[in-house]
């Protein structure tokens, strides 16, 4: 077995959708069990005790295997690590969370959160004891709630060039839509008003959202053009404003029914309900490609 630090023995390592338990020896993919063997596991612990560090083969070697023992080190570590890759849908082509370095050792990726467990001590005398203070042994720290949306540790790592040119495709996507639709405002207001009838909110609501999403669109273009740092955060701030915007501008292709007919509309609309999302995850994988390149020796 694995020494770990003191302070690291009794407690659960969390990183993306898993959970590494280092007293019970489990490791859980969204509260599932998965079947891993004790080495590749014990090699886990070591990496998740030491995020974003480089750990050698000779460290693992000295963990995983007793100095009087003979092996093939090599084929035995690399076979520990693809084990244990495969238990987290990892690659060492393209990784989320364990990184090879050549001839040097494996470094975790992935940010992670450790939770301590609490060993209860015995109590002197049943009489002297608060009958509160009767529990379990272990007090496990509560987990954080699991969002809904992409998480930055559950993409994979995507040269910049690509998610940029893809993001700032989809900024020119839309601006076409805002520019288009205000050219060709009567037009577009009798397509409304067939639609809706004869209503003035619907009208109201294409140029306002159409006012208010050009300066974010230029604002998003020229960001991802001018490299502007910290730009994942700054959209995740504004993705209140975005996300609603976007799924307003979903419908646009309903405009063009007539042209394009019903089915059409319907198949565009629903990808462009996803595109907001697509937006926020296109920005997430060029965050990880910048970090693992800043860490790159």
Request: glycine share 4%; charged share 20%; no cysteine.
């Amino acid at each position: 077995m694995t020494s770990m630090p003191p302070d690291r023995a009794h407690g659960v390592f969390r990183f993306g959708v898993y959970e590494a338990n280092a007293s019970s020896g489990e490791l859980r993919k969204s509260g599932l069990r998965l079947r891993l063997q004790d080495q590749p596991f014990q090699a886990l612990l070591i990496l998740l005790a030491r995020p974003g560090e480089v750990v050698t083969r000779e460290e693992l070697r000295k963990h995983l295997w007793p100095a009087d023992t003979f092996v093939d080190f090599d084929h035995s570590l690399n076979t520990v690590m693809n084990k244990l890759r495969e238990s987290l849908n990892d690659s060492a082509a393209n990784p989320r969370f364990i990184e090879t370095l050549a001839r040097r050792g494996y470094r975790f990726l992935a940010p992670v959160e450790f939770a301590s467990q609490q060993v209860a001590p015995t109590p002197i005398s049943t009489d002297s004891v608060n009958p509160a203070a009767h529990r379990d042994a272990t007090i496990p720290t509560q987990s954080q709630p699991s969002s809904w949306l992409t998480r930055p540790d559950e993409v994979p790592s995507v040269p910049r060039q690509y998610t940029g040119a893809l993001f700032l495709l989809i900024q020119i996507m839309y601006l076409s839509f805002y520019v288009i639709a205000l050219a060709r405002f009567v037009r577009v207001q009798e397509s409304l008003e067939q639609t809706f009838g004869a209503s003035s909110w619907a009208v109201s609501i294409l140029v306002i959202t159409a006012v208010i999403g050009v300066p974010i669109r230029l604002y998003l273009a020229s960001a991802i053009l001018f490299d502007v740092s910290g730009l994942s955060q700054k959209f995740r701030r504004i993705f209140a404003i975005v996300f609603p915007l976007d799924e307003l501008w979903a419908l646009s292709p309903f405009l063009l029914s007539r042209q394009i007919g019903i089915g059409l509309a319907l198949a565009a609309t629903a990808a462009l309900i996803y595109v907001p999302f697509a937006q926020r995850t296109l920005l997430l994988m060029r965050d990880l490609h910048s970090r693992q390149s800043a860490a790159s020796p």
